[in-house]
């Protein structure tokens, strides 16, 4: 899927998307993690599924008790 015409406000906080992207058509829902990848000199946004999620989360609490 390629969008063209959209306006993305990117700085090092984070993303704006565009009013008009909709992210319900990708599946994308709020607490969603997302990882940034550069493959061959592309930044690319991988979405992490939940038991990656889960598995972070728990890593990190982990650490936290230590």
Request: hydrophobic share 40%; aromatic share 12%.
């Amino acid at each position: 899927m390629l969008y063209v015409d959209y306006t993305w406000d990117c700085n090092p906080n984070g993303i704006i998307l565009d009013e008009e992207f909709n992210s319900d058509k990708l599946g994308w829902k709020g607490g969603d993690y997302f990882q940034l990848i550069n493959i061959n000199g592309r930044q690319i946004l991988r979405k992490i599924s939940d038991l990656e999620k889960f598995i972070i989360d728990t890593a990190n609490e982990i650490k936290a008790i230590m």
